[in-house]
């Protein structure tokens, strides 16, 4: 399978849809800011999963089988992480007591900021991919580091508060103890200050970024195609507005989510590994792409069947986005 050739119109037409789509998301919740109830989540989740289903198959059609199981199987990492996203925005949300109604300009800006940071990503780390062949390796032992520090850290929640960007903007800048109609900065005694949904999304930002670092090499360990890799983290993001007001309620039973993320980017980091030596040496062996979407599937589908079984036998128990490093609070609380 050679290399996809992707027009500049075909690249244009691309973005303009998904830009009109983003648009489009953004225009339903500001046109009518509300708690957005079940129903209502579920069928914009089903809309837009539709829509990037509807993209996969047009794809596959145009490009060939070939590129459309990797677009698919991109599609599937990269909503899996979405998922663990939402899982953070949720703690913020709740850590900084976000009133309903301001909860989508939160997501919103989430959103846009993880496509914004994602495109760089993808960009720089296809420039990279192309000039050395041993990031192919690089890629791979992050996402193999991340995937061990995510399970052995998977019973733990990232603290917010521990964040260097919200603790450096506290110090310098006045916040108002409340949420001022849903303003980012507003004035009060003739002096300008922030509000805490200033400080909120300074920590959806910094969350969107660290989600790139591993998001990005982990669809490039399924396609090294730029356009691939593009709108299967686009296709993924958008909606997540939607989805989060789905699954908010749910999030806490999948309690094995953080332990099948793990095995997930510790796959593909032994793919990304595999693939590096494929390019030294022909005898090594490589992971294909129908394989990659076979486990993934696999691995997704036995995560939410045991946590299901695992919430039904022990009603306590309670799910955790899981961490990157230890946090010595959680565990004294713990104690």
Do not use: C
């Amino acid at each position: 399978m050679g290399s996809l050739d992707v027009s500049l119109l075909v690249w244009a037409v691309t973005i303009v849809v998904i830009v009109a789509l983003l648009a489009f998301d953004l225009a339903v919740a500001a046109w009518r800011p509300h708690a957005v109830g079940f129903g209502e989540a579920v069928g914009w989740s089903v809309f837009y999963v539709a829509v990037a289903l509807v993209f996969g198959l047009i794809f596959m059609a145009w490009a060939g089988g070939g590129y459309g199981t990797e677009y698919f199987a991109g599609y599937l990492v990269e909503k899996s992480l979405s998922v663990d996203n939402l899982f953070v925005f949720v703690i913020i949300i709740g850590t900084f007591a976000v009133p309903e109604e301001h909860q989508h300009k939160v997501l919103t800006f989430g959103i846009i900021a993880a496509l914004v940071m994602r495109a760089i990503f993808i960009a720089a780390g296809a420039t990279l991919l192309n000039l050395f062949s041993f990031m192919f390796l690089i890629f791979g032992l992050l996402l193999i580091f991340t995937a061990v520090q995510l399970f052995r850290h998977r019973d733990e929640d990232p603290q917010v508060d521990d964040n260097v960007l919200v603790r450096a903007t506290r110090r310098v800048l006045p916040v108002t103890p409340d949420y001022v109609d849903g303003k980012l900065v507003t004035r009060i005694d003739g002096r300008r200050v922030v509000t805490p949904l200033f400080i909120v999304l300074i920590a959806i930002g910094s969350t969107d970024l660290l989600f790139a670092l591993d998001s990005i090499p982990a669809v490039f360990g399924i396609t090294q195609e730029p356009y691939i890799v593009f709108t299967a983290n686009a296709f993924a993001l958008i909606g997540l507005r939607a989805l989060f007001f789905l699954v908010k309620g749910l999030l806490d039973r999948l309690v094995y989510l953080s332990t099948g993320l793990a095995l997930i980017l510790a796959l593909i980091g032994v793919k990304l590994i595999l693939h590096w030596g494929h390019t030294l040496d022909d005898r090594v062996p490589e992971v294909e792409t129908p394989v990659s979407l076979g486990l993934i599937l696999v691995i997704l589908t036995v995560t939410v069947i045991a946590s299901l079984i695992k919430v039904h036998r022990d009603p306590s128990a309670r799910a955790h986005a899981g961490s990157l490093r230890a946090h010595g609070d959680q565990h004294r609380d713990a104690g």
